[in-house]
């Protein structure tokens, strides 16, 4: 059984930074693409960024491209999310996700989440 556990959440003020780790269990965590997805109030849940099991490719939502950046340290069995220029329409909660196949981009795509962690962007 595998199990996600995100931290590094909470309160900033717009333009400020954040990074969220997502420490993973099991001894194949380096085989798997890793992503993270967020949901705001009242709204679906959302891709944000992946990032292929060897780093080699990654791939984000347009909302976040330059201001976000996934990273992964394999020995550690973590994936990272560094958040830039944070904006009020960042706040959400966010979730890591391990990829089973499909489309980067889906949640159908991904088999094990964690619980997630809040982040709150003020203006």
């Known amino acids: 059984q595998v199990q996600l556990v995100e931290s590094g959440g909470g309160l900033v003020q717009a333009g400020g930074s954040l990074r969220l780790s997502c420490a993973a269990s099991?001894?194949?965590?380096?085989?798997?693409?890793m992503g993270w997805f967020r949901q705001a109030p009242g709204k679906e849940r959302e891709f944000v960024a992946a990032r292929t099991w060897n780093g080699g490719s990654t791939y984000y939502a347009d909302s976040v491209k330059g201001r976000f950046t996934i990273s992964r340290d394999n020995p550690k069995n973590t994936v990272y999310l560094q958040m830039n220029s944070l904006k009020p329409e960042d706040t959400a909660v966010y979730y890591c996700a391990r990829r089973a196949g499909g489309p980067y981009d889906l949640e159908s795509g991904y088999d094990y989440w964690g619980q997630g962690t809040q982040v709150t962007v003020s203006s």
């Open positions: 099991g001894r194949t965590f380096s085989r798997y693409d």
